[in-house]
């Protein structure tokens, strides 16, 4: 018998807040994360903007030691695993810990440890590179650190589809669950990919904005947008089986009820046409809840600000929710957020599990021209307060990945 899934605790670190709660009550504001590039001299980039985490003091959160060798996107991801093992409350010390995982995602890795390790190979040479560059480097490594900080002993994997990562690494988590693989599991995404060799690749592939203005830069589904800002930072999930949480009198802030994906099978960059495949993700999603489309209230929309993301997004949404989808309230928080690549899935993984408990639909900021073939409602500029009950996340990833979860207050 298929058991039901629920989140007890969600962790955050994002441009707009050091942990879930400031993240969450800056996106309500519509608070933009966007500034110019501080963490190195971006003088020589055509782009010079970015959404960086502010103020993160990995030492204070993880001693001197793991702070020294873990990349930076492990320690968002540990970090942020911790502070949502906390609001679950759980005692790990009097569970079963081989029936936890830990299933944590990373669209690029420790490409920052890798860039300046690269360096440290041609100015001084092979035998000064560090020990530590590929247990650093490598993708899965914030999962690993996870499982390690925590002693989870179940299924430890990394799944890797670009921006699509956070979503499908709940979605697996989601799936062990149900199955009665395991009862528990940190799952989400985390990215520190803001360095000059990820900004300057992402412009070479024409993804990023060209606007110098962080206020103007990114903005979802705007007739004038023309590309997204990279960003960085974690979001996680706790979740556990409902009679698992049942059984320890848990504080259960939503249900996960469905889960999508698909594949476009069309082009490395760019959406299918149509948005077909992520129309696909949604639907199977959707069926998976066993609910009709007509019962969601709230999408939090991939939304990343390119021209053809946002105008197949929208079709993909037109076909899914058919006559309903002029009713139903969707944002980008990417607005605010920038894309936060691996980690987007699960920090808006986040937002979605907020929305429910507070009745929020947050909004999607720097909306000003609007465009015939974006045409819904995507909350401009001001959160809304929403009687919401049942909220669906989409990502969607280089590749062809599309992913889809589906979340429902409890």
């Known amino acids: 018998m298929s058991k039901r899934v629920v989140v007890t605790g969600v962790g955050a670190i994002t441009p707009v807040g050091l942990d879930a709660n400031e993240s969450w009550a800056s996106i309500k504001n519509g608070e933009l994360g966007i500034s110019n590039i501080k963490s190195f001299d971006a003088s020589n980039l055509q782009v010079k903007i970015a959404a960086e985490v502010k103020g993160f003091d990995s030492e204070l959160k993880l001693g001197k030691k793991d702070s020294r060798r873990l990349d930076r996107f492990s320690q968002f991801a540990v970090v942020a695993a911790m502070e949502a093992i906390d609001q679950s409350g759980i005692d790990l010390e009097n569970e079963d810990t081989t029936r936890f995982s830990s299933i944590v995602g990373s669209g690029v890795g420790g490409i920052m440890t890798l860039s300046e390790q690269f360096d440290v190979l041609h100015e001084k040479g092979p035998d000064r590179i560090s020990p530590f560059l590929i247990p650093m480097m490598l993708p899965d490594m914030a999962s690993g650190n996870v499982s390690m900080k925590l002693g989870a002993r179940g299924i430890n994997y990394s799944p890797v589809t670009a921006c699509a990562t956070g979503t499908d690494a709940i979605g697996q988590a989601y799936d062990l669950i149900i199955k009665g693989d395991i009862d528990m599991a940190i799952a989400g995404g985390t990215e520190a990919a803001i360095c000059p060799i990820a900004i300057a690749g992402f412009d070479s592939v024409k993804a990023l904005s060209s606007v110098s203005d962080p206020k103007l830069a990114c903005r979802p589904f705007d007739k004038e947008r023309d590309g997204f800002t990279l960003g960085e930072g974690a979001g996680v999930l706790f979740i556990e089986s409902l009679d698992h949480a049942k059984s320890r009198n848990a504080n259960i802030l939503a249900e996960i009820i469905g889960y999508g994906a698909s594949s476009d099978a069309h082009h490395i960059t760019q959406p299918s046409i149509g948005g077909e495949g992520a129309a696909r993700a949604m639907n199977i999603a959707i069926n998976n809840a066993s609910i009709n489309y007509s019962d969601v209230n709230y999408v939090n929309a991939h939304g990343t600000s390119t021209p053809l993301n946002d105008k197949f997004e929208t079709l993909s949404m037109k076909t899914v929710f058919k006559e309903k989808a002029p009713d139903i309230s969707i944002s980008s928080t990417k607005s605010m957020t920038g894309h936060l690549l691996g980690a987007a899935g699960g920090v808006e993984a986040v937002f979605c599990v907020n929305s429910i408990l507070d009745g929020i639909a947050p909004p999607t900021?720097?909306?000003?021209?609007?465009?015939?073939?974006?045409?819904?409602?995507?909350?401009?500029?001001?959160?809304?307060?929403?009687?919401?009950?049942?909220?669906?996340?989409?990502?969607?990833?280089?590749?062809?990945?599309?992913?889809?979860?589906i979340f429902r207050k409890i």
Do not use: Q, V
Not at 369 to 395: F, G, Q, W
């Open 365 to 405: 900021i720097n909306y000003k021209t609007p465009d015939e073939d974006c045409d819904l409602d995507y909350t401009p500029n001001e959160a809304r307060e929403l009687d919401l009950n049942i909220a669906m996340s989409n990502n969607l990833g280089f590749g062809g990945h599309n992913a889809s979860l």
